[in-house]
């Protein structure tokens, strides 16, 4: 299980008297639950990503706390980090290694024996449906194939929380909906906490038990895509999902200059 609490994070943009203060993260707060898919959806600067990166422990928020199954990260971050598999956007595999040496490569990085992360290699095989990679090199993998691999590595500790930062970006259609069944597989059969974060509310609405709406770095607002629709009285999520994220002022700017366009 994650708990974030009250997260910020600012960032300085520009330098001299062209520096500017963002507040990338601005007080989010939220909980993603075992054996649950939960998804952060917003808009493009949102503070998604960097609300991520704080949970990997991989930057410092200025403020608030995670916990992940009970550990403060900021406190016992190598312990935290141990029960996290984290899937960011650069996958980074070894190209000359195969998809299995990748993976062992991995495991005997988080201590294991060889023994035991060819084994784990094998079962997130099967779980991940990508045993006929295992004994390529992943030098001229497609980038579903190699996202898999990348997936498989993340997991070889068996972590029990995954962190996804936009899984699907640079898939296509089929990839896309082989990672949903993996994703799936890994809530159902394994019973995994699972955080990834989208901009794309087809994929919330297919697969997320809980989605958490982040807007101008803060949680606009949460629930299952049921609930968040009946709540805005909208039975089109993206109506609901514009209505929770977006000021009136950014929808009748958004409006006005769709108008022009049409013009
Ligand atoms: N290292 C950084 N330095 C300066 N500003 C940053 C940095 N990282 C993020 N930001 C800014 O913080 C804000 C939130 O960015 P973030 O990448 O977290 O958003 P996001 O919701 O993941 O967006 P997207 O969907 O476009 O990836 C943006 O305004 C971004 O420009």
Redesign the pocket.
């Given at each position: 299980m994650i708990e974030v609490e009250q997260l910020a994070k600012r960032?300085v943009?520009g330098r001299g008297r062209q520096a500017r203060e963002?507040r990338?993260v601005d007080g989010v707060t939220w909980r993603a639950e075992d054996g649950r898919i939960t998804g952060l959806l917003?808009p493009?600067?949102?503070?998604?990503?960097?609300?991520l990166r704080m949970v990997a422990a991989l930057i410092q928020p200025d403020a608030g706390r995670i916990r992940v199954d009970g550990i403060d990260v900021a406190a016992e971050p190598m312990k935290a980090l141990g029960r996290m598999g984290v899937l960011s956007d650069s996958r980074g595999l070894y190209p000359r290694l195969t998809a299995r040496e990748n993976i062992v490569y991995y495991g005997r990085l988080h201590g294991l024996t060889h023994r035991a992360a060819a084994a784990r290699a094998d079962e997130l095989a099967k779980v991940l449906d990508m045993e006929p990679l295992l004994d390529r090199r992943t030098d001229g993998f497609s980038q579903g194939e190699k996202m898999k691999t990348a997936l498989a590595r993340a997991l070889v500790h068996n972590p029990p929380n995954i962190i996804l930062d936009?899984p699907t970006n640079g898939l296509d259609v089929l990839a896309t909906r082989a990672l949903r069944e993996a994703l799936r597989r890994l809530r159902d059969v394994e019973g995994k906490c699972i955080v990834f974060?989208t901009?794309i509310m087809q994929e919330v609405e297919r697969l997320c038990d809980h989605v958490i709406v982040?807007s101008h770095g803060r949680t606009a607002a949460q629930g299952t895509v049921a609930e968040l629709s009946a709540r805005t009285g909208q039975t089109d999520f993206e109506e609901a999902f514009v209505d929770l994220a977006f000021t009136p002022a950014e929808r009748d700017h958004a409006g006005q200059l769709a108008g022009e366009q049409a013009a």
């Open positions: 960032f943009q963002v990338a917003g493009n600067g949102a503070g998604k990503t960097t609300t936009e974060s901009h982040i």
